[in-house]
C-alpha cells in the first residue's frame, strides 16, 4: 500500500507541475486557450482535406474523434498528452482525441494490421519511419508545409532533423525533438572505482571501468536483452563508434563486427544475469537504484528514471559512446521524435491542426522539457529549462547538466542516424543471436554469421 500511496502523490505532484507549466504558457489571457486562438498565422477556417472538396472549415465547430497513436512510457510523457487533450478539448469543443498507448515495441506490429484492415488512427507519433513508408501507411506532409499558413515550414528545424523524416523528397513526420542515443555514466560510481569520466575514451575503457565498478553486488554495465528493440539498439549505438552500421554484413565490415560482438562478450561478466530477460523498464530501474553503472540510452534519459529515483540525475553524466578499435572517433547517432498523418485517416486535416499545435512554442517547448532537446529553432532555450524546472524539481541542476551534456554530444559527436529497411525483423534476428552469444552458445565467427545469414535475408525481402 505504501507503493501506491507514492505513486499516487507523485501523479498528484506532476498534475500540478503541469498545470502551473500551462498557466504560465497562456499569461493570463484567458482567449488563449478559446476556440478563436489559433496557431500563429492560421486563419478561423481552412481548406478541408487537400485537394478534396475545397470546403472551409470552421475551427470553432469542427467535429471530429481522433485517434493519437501515443508511445510515452513515463509518467510525465502520459501526463503532458492528457494535459495536451484537456487544452485542446477547450479550444475544439467538438475535437476529441483518444490517445492509444501503445509501446514503442509494439507499435508497429499493431499498427501495420489495423492499416491492413482499413481500422486507421489518426495522427502518428515516429522515430524512423522507414517500415511505415514501406507499407505505404504514412501521409507526406510537405504539401502541408507549404501552406502559406502553415505555421510549420520545412526551415523551422534544426539542421539534419528534418532530413530523418524525409524518404524520396517526402516528409512523412514533423520532428518534435532531436534524439540521440549515447552512454550514461553514474559518475559517482565511476569516481568511486577509481576513474574519471574523461578516462572513457574507448570500448576498452568502458570494460576496465565496468570490472572496477563490479563489486559488492553493484555491476558496471547493463544491456537490456529481453525486448528486441533494445537488444539491437545497444549494438547499433556502439557501433557507430566503430564505424559500423550493424545491417551492414559485407566482408569489408566483418573485422569491425567480430569486435563489436566480443566488446560485449568482455562485459558480460559485469553485468547482473537478469539483463538476458531486461527492457527498458527494467534496465532504467536498475540504474535508478545504483545497482548499474553504465547504461547505454538517450535523450529520453530523465524522463525515464526521475520517477523512480530523482537523485540518480545528479550522479549521471551524458557522453558519446567511446571509440571502437576501428572507429575513426566517437559518434552519436542523432535522429527525432516527431508526429505524423496516417494515411488511411478520415480526419487529415484536424490532425494536422493538432501537429501544428504539438509543434507550437507552448507545447514544443513542454516537450523538450521532459525529454531534452528540440527539434525546432524557434523552441527557447531557456524556456525549455524554465519548465523543465518544474517537471523535475528535485533534480534540477543535474537534468540541466545532462541537456548541457547532450547539446555538446549533438554538437561535436552527432552523425544522422540511418534509416534500415526491415530493422524490426532485424532486431529479432540479433536478439536471438546476441542471447546466444552471451550465453556461451555460439563463439564469435558463428555469432557473426548466423547474424549475417538472417540480416541478408530480410534485407533481400525488402529490397526493391
Same mark, same amino acid.
Given at each position: 500500500?505504501?507503493?501506491?500511496?507514492?505513486?499516487?502523490?507523485?501523479?498528484?505532484?506532476?498534475?500540478?507541475?503541469?498545470?502551473?507549466?500551462?498557466?504560465?504558457?497562456?499569461?493570463?489571457?484567458?482567449?488563449?486557450?478559446?476556440?478563436?486562438?489559433?496557431?500563429?498565422?492560421?486563419?478561423?477556417?481552412?481548406?478541408?482535406?487537400?485537394?478534396? *472538396?475545397?470546403?472551409?472549415?470552421?475551427?470553432?465547430?469542427?467535429?471530429?474523434?481522433?485517434?493519437?497513436?501515443? #508511445?510515452?512510457?513515463?509518467?510525465?510523457?502520459?501526463?503532458?498528452?492528457?494535459?495536451?487533450?484537456?487544452?485542446?478539448?477547450?479550444?475544439?469543443?467538438?475535437?476529441?482525441?483518444?490517445?492509444?498507448?501503445? *509501446?514503442?515495441?509494439?507499435?508497429?506490429?499493431?499498427?501495420?494490421?489495423?492499416?491492413?484492415?482499413?481500422?486507421?488512427?489518426?495522427?502518428?507519433?515516429?522515430?524512423?519511419?522507414?517500415?511505415?513508408?514501406?507499407?505505404?501507411?504514412?501521409?507526406?506532409?510537405?504539401?502541408?508545409?507549404?501552406?502559406?499558413?502553415?505555421?510549420?515550414?520545412?526551415?523551422?528545424?534544426?539542421?539534419?532533423?528534418?532530413?530523418?523524416?524525409?524518404?524520396?523528397?517526402?516528409?512523412?513526420?514533423?520532428?518534435?525533438?532531436?534524439?540521440?542515443?549515447?552512454?550514461?555514466?553514474?559518475?559517482?560510481?565511476?569516481?568511486?572505482?577509481?576513474?574519471?569520466?574523461?578516462?572513457?575514451?574507448?570500448?576498452?575503457?568502458?570494460?576496465?571501468?565496468?570490472?572496477?565498478?563490479?563489486?559488492?553486488?553493484?555491476?558496471?554495465?547493463?544491456?537490456?536483452?529481453?525486448?528486441?528493440?533494445?537488444?539491437?539498439?545497444?549494438?547499433?549505438?556502439?557501433?557507430?563508434? &566503430?564505424?559500423?552500421?550493424?545491417?551492414?554484413?559485407?566482408?569489408?565490415?566483418?573485422?569491425?563486427?567480430?569486435?563489436?560482438? &566480443?566488446?560485449?562478450?568482455?562485459?558480460?561478466?559485469?553485468?547482473?544475469?537478469?539483463?538476458?530477460?531486461?527492457?527498458?523498464?527494467?534496465?532504467?530501474?536498475?540504474?535508478?537504484?545504483?545497482?548499474?553503472?553504465?547504461?547505454?540510452?538517450?535523450?529520453?534519459?530523465?524522463?525515464?528514471?526521475?520517477?523512480?529515483? #530523482?537523485?540518480?540525475?545528479?550522479?549521471?553524466?551524458?557522453?558519446?559512446?567511446?571509440?571502437?578499435?576501428?572507429?575513426?572517433?566517437?559518434?552519436?547517432?542523432?535522429?527525432?521524435?516527431?508526429?505524423?498523418?496516417?494515411?488511411?485517416?478520415?480526419? %487529415?486535416?484536424?490532425?494536422?491542426?493538432?501537429?501544428?499545435?504539438?509543434?507550437? #512554442?507552448?507545447?514544443?517547448?513542454?516537450?523538450?522539457?521532459?525529454?531534452?532537446?528540440?527539434?525546432?529553432?524557434?523552441?527557447?532555450?531557456?524556456?525549455?529549462?524554465?519548465?523543465?524546472?518544474?517537471?523535475?524539481?528535485?533534480?534540477?541542476?543535474?537534468? %540541466?547538466?545532462?541537456?548541457?551534456?547532450?547539446?555538446?554530444?549533438?554538437?561535436?559527436?552527432?552523425?544522422?542516424?540511418?534509416?534500415?529497411?526491415?530493422?524490426?525483423?532485424?532486431?529479432?534476428?540479433?536478439?536471438?543471436?546476441?542471447?546466444?552469444?552471451?550465453?556461451? %552458445?555460439?563463439?564469435?565467427?558463428?555469432?557473426?554469421?548466423?547474424?549475417?545469414?538472417?540480416?541478408?535475408?530480410?534485407?533481400?525481402?525488402?529490397?526493391?
Amino acid at each position: 500500500m505504501k507503493t501506491g500511496k507514492k505513486g499516487a502523490a507523485r501523479l498528484i505532484g506532476l498534475i500540478l507541475v503541469f498545470s502551473l507549466i500551462f498557466a504560465g504558457c497562456s499569461n493570463g489571457n484567458k482567449n488563449e486557450a478559446s476556440p478563436e486562438a489559433q496557431p500563429s498565422g492560421t486563419p478561423a477556417s481552412s481548406s478541408a482535406n487537400a485537394g478534396s *472538396s475545397g470546403e472551409e472549415i470552421d475551427w470553432k465547430t469542427v467535429k471530429a474523434d481522433i485517434r493519437f497513436v501515443y #508511445p510515452g512510457t513515463s509518467e510525465s510523457e502520459k501526463l503532458f498528452a492528457e494535459t495536451f487533450k484537456n487544452a485542446m478539448k477547450e479550444k475544439y469543443p467538438n475535437v476529441n482525441i483518444e490517445f492509444m498507448y501503445l *509501446s514503442w515495441a509494439d507499435m508497429e506490429k499493431k499498427i501495420s494490421v489495423m492499416i491492413s484492415t482499413g481500422d486507421v488512427p489518426d495522427i502518428a507519433t515516429t522515430q524512423d519511419v522507414t517500415n511505415f513508408v514501406q507499407m505505404d501507411g504514412l501521409e507526406d506532409l510537405a504539401p502541408y508545409m507549404q501552406r502559406e499558413n502553415s505555421t510549420v515550414k520545412t526551415d523551422n528545424f534544426l539542421p539534419g532533423t528534418l532530413d530523418y523524416s524525409t524518404i524520396d523528397g517526402k516528409i512523412y513526420a514533423a520532428p518534435a525533438t532531436a534524439n540521440a542515443f549515447n552512454l550514461m555514466v553514474n559518475e559517482k560510481m565511476l569516481n568511486d572505482a577509481g576513474m574519471k569520466l574523461e578516462d572513457l575514451q574507448t570500448w576498452a575503457d568502458v570494460e576496465k571501468a565496468a570490472e572496477l565498478m563490479t563489486k559488492d553486488g553493484k555491476y558496471g554495465f547493463g544491456y537490456p536483452l529481453g525486448v528486441a528493440r533494445f537488444a539491437f539498439r545497444v549494438p547499433f549505438t556502439a557501433g557507430y563508434s &566503430n564505424d559500423l552500421l550493424i545491417a551492414d554484413t559485407s566482408e569489408q565490415s566483418k573485422g569491425k563486427y567480430i569486435e563489436l560482438l &566480443n566488446h560485449f562478450k568482455n562485459l558480460e561478466a559485469f553485468q547482473p544475469k537478469a539483463h538476458l530477460t531486461w527492457g527498458y523498464p527494467e534496465m532504467f530501474r536498475a540504474y535508478s537504484n545504483g545497482e548499474v553503472g553504465m547504461i547505454p540510452a538517450g535523450t529520453f534519459f530523465s524522463a525515464n528514471v526521475y520517477s523512480i529515483n #530523482p537523485d540518480i540525475i545528479n550522479v549521471s553524466r551524458a557522453i558519446p559512446y567511446p571509440k571502437g578499435p576501428s572507429g575513426s572517433a566517437a559518434k552519436t547517432p542523432v535522429a527525432n521524435s516527431g508526429f505524423g498523418i496516417y494515411k488511411g485517416s478520415k480526419n %487529415k486535416e484536424v490532425a494536422w491542426r493538432l501537429i501544428e499545435e504539438l509543434l507550437s #512554442p507552448e507545447f514544443n517547448s513542454t516537450q523538450a522539457a521532459i525529454l531534452n532537446i528540440s527539434a525546432e529553432k524557434e523552441t527557447s532555450l531557456d524556456e525549455v529549462i524554465k519548465k523543465a524546472e518544474n517537471v523535475y524539481p528535485k533534480a534540477i541542476e543535474g537534468h %540541466k547538466r545532462v541537456i548541457e551534456d547532450f547539446l555538446g554530444i549533438v554538437d561535436k559527436t552527432g552523425v544522422p542516424m540511418d534509416k534500415i529497411i526491415g530493422q524490426p525483423e532485424m532486431e529479432t534476428v540479433v536478439q536471438d543471436i546476441m542471447v546466444k552469444f552471451l550465453t556461451n %552458445k555460439v563463439d564469435a565467427e558463428e555469432a557473426y554469421g548466423a547474424i549475417k545469414k538472417g540480416i541478408d535475408s530480410v534485407a533481400t525481402k525488402y529490397a526493391k
